[in-house]
């Protein structure tokens, strides 16, 4: 099965920071990795699949970068909204395994 | 609107049954594959099970295979999830969601669960 580590577990931030979460896969899954968005009570929001392609609707302050087996989610200015967990998954092969989350949270 | 809801959640004994659905309004459910994902009390999302959008292929996750089926009536527009020999470990809320197929760029095919039901949530406990 291939795992997948995210880092760092947890963040503070402020709104306008720019941050960066980094998710591995412990094999080569080429660019098959998504992102999603999830705040507390809800169900999860695709935000980014094919690793970097932004889905219809996310704002364009989202990006994601990465191939192989090194992924980066980016927001390059924090809003009130954007607080909340985030999770990568790779659908290169089953089980789809998701890393274990980022929570962030406002400094 | 497209929409997903789950239902048939509760407070079950070990070792005991439970079958979740999930209703598929607003879109084609027979064009889809659709899967369970699940997510304890705090913690993380765990993939469960994926079914095709014929029922063809199903994929588990190990620690749910053998005990849980995964099955689909598209003349229902439904998704199941039949539980066996319920764990205490397998409480949490469970959530279906639908499996999209992406070509960005004409790079090829990526999946993505792109639209996902409110959870239904499930308790083992005796």
């Known amino acids: 099965d291939i795992q997948m580590t995210q880092s760092p577990s947890s963040l503070s931030a402020s709104v306008g920071d720019r941050l960066t979460i980094t998710c591995r896969a412990s094999?080569?899954?080429?660019?098959?990795l998504n992102w999603y968005q999830q705040k507390p009570g809800k169900a999860p929001k695709l935000l980014i699949y094919?690793?970097?392609s932004l889905q219809s609707g996310v704002p364009s302050r989202f990006s994601g970068s990465g191939s192989g087996t090194d992924f980066t989610l980016t927001i390059s200015s924090l809003q009130p909204e954007d607080f909340a967990t985030y999770y990568c998954?790779?659908?290169?092969?089953?089980?789809?395994?998701f890393g274990q989350g980022t929570k962030l949270e406002i400094k | 609107q497209v929409q997903l809801v789950e239902s048939g959640g509760g407070v079950v004994q070990p070792g005991r049954s439970l079958r979740l659905s999930c209703a598929a309004s607003?879109?084609?459910?027979?064009?889809?594959?659709m899967h369970w994902v699940r997510q304890a009390p705090g913690k993380g999302l765990e993939w469960v099970a994926v079914?095709?959008?014929?029922?063809?292929?199903?994929y588990y996750a190990d620690s749910v295979e053998g005990r849980f089926t995964i099955s689909r009536d598209n003349s229902k527009n439904t998704l199941y999830l039949e539980m066996n020999s319920l764990r205490v470990e397998d409480t949490g809320v469970y959530y279906c969601?639908?499996?999209?197929?992406?070509?960005?760029?004409?790079?090829?095919?990526?999946?993505?669960?792109?639209?996902w039901g409110q959870g239904t949530t499930v308790t083992v406990s005796s």
């Open positions: 094999q080569s899954i080429s660019s098959s």
């Open positions: 079914i095709w959008y014929d029922g063809s292929i199903k």
């Open positions: 607003g879109f084609s459910f027979r064009n889809y594959g």
């Open positions: 094919a690793a970097s």
């Open positions: 998954q790779q659908s290169d092969s089953s089980p789809y395994t």
């Open positions: 969601a639908r499996h999209d197929i992406f070509a960005p760029h004409g790079s090829g095919n990526y999946m993505a669960m792109n639209v």
